[in-house]
């Protein structure tokens, strides 16, 4: 019996020593974490980093970027130019929970995440109808928001998109269990979303995988990351978002999609699936493009962009 209770403390004990590495002294993001640029708003649910880029010359049209899963606002650092230098203000932000938002201890579901858009809207001022850009879990995000407020989404461009897989491989997952959940996504965060390898890019405005991993682990230093990931996972349908983006079809709302065909997250087979549900959306395909064509390939993604909103400025 001794030897029984013996093994299981150090079983125990092996189970609870990474657990207490990995989240033992995690702070909590304070406005002293902030970048010089960009501010908080304060908001219902907690406080939203923002930061506004504008143009030299202003077309009087504002882009939002709704960046995806667990990578926060920089991932359009090397494509936002794009869109500044033909006229744009440009708004981006990072999801409750990413970045350098606020991480409380919520249900992040879709209504938390259409509620906080919609209250950044408002809080800064943005009215009117404006584009919308989302990259991944980003893609059902605008989709959601512009079904519940169509008049103010005067166009969608969508990276990537998640949401066109009918069935969830995650629905039954072990990981994803109470308790479970908790213990294996505090110790594997680290491998499982931000060790994709190098970033192999032509491209002279790509991130560099130095500084992308940089970008990405800053936020593991923060308490309630992780928990923010996982309640998504469970709360967030990333996988089946046809119904919203039907009911968006319907909308005729102006929308471009772009894909990689070597994209290993979502695959580029879901473009049959948005091209079903939104027949008039442009598709760009970039061949051999992983799921990270924002950060690795910003020039075709940003110049695709860039001219289909020209395009739209003159409607």
Request: aromatic share 12%; glycine share 10%.
């Amino acid at each position: 019996m001794k030897k029984l209770l013996f093994g299981l403390a150090i079983l125990l004990f092996c189970l609870a020593a990474p657990y207490v590495f990995q989240t033992y002294g995690l702070k909590t993001v304070s406005e002293e974490d902030l970048p010089d640029e960009g501010g908080w708003a304060q908001l219902t649910q907690g406080n939203i980093y923002y930061r506004w880029h504008e143009p030299e010359i202003n077309n009087g049209q504002v882009v939002v970027m709704v960046h995806g899963f667990s990578t926060p606002h920089f991932v359009w650092n090397g494509m936002k130019g794009f869109l500044l230098d033909a006229g744009f203000r440009v708004l981006v932000y990072d999801h409750l929970g990413r970045g350098f938002s606020d991480k409380p201890n919520l249900v992040y579901d879709q209504s938390l995440y259409i509620d906080t858009l919609k209250e950044l809207l408002d809080d800064q001022n943005i009215s009117e109808s404006a584009h919308f850009v989302g990259y991944s879990m980003g893609g059902p995000v605008v989709g959601h928001f512009a079904a519940s407020y169509p008049d103010l989404v005067k166009s969608m461009s969508l990276i990537a998109p998640a949401g066109f897989m009918i069935e969830s491989p995650t629905a039954n997952m072990w990981t994803l269990r109470p308790l479970i959940g908790e213990w294996f996504w505090n110790i594997f965060a680290p491998t499982m979303f931000f060790n994709d390898g190098p970033i192999i890019s032509t491209d002279p405005l790509a991130l560099s995988t130095e500084d992308f991993i940089a970008g990405a682990r800053t936020q593991l230093q923060y308490k309630g990351f992780v928990r923010s990931l996982l309640s998504t996972a469970r709360h967030f349908n990333l996988f089946n978002a046809e119904a919203t983006f039907a009911e968006v079809g319907r909308l005729e709302i102006p929308t471009l999609t772009i894909w990689g065909t070597a994209d290993g997250v979502v695959p580029f087979s879901g473009s049959e699936g948005l091209l079903e549900l939104i027949p008039h959306s442009r598709l760009i395909v970039i061949d051999d493009g992983g799921h990270n064509i924002t950060y690795a390939q910003p020039t075709i993604v940003g110049t695709a962009i860039r001219d289909f909103l020209n395009e739209g400025v003159k409607l």
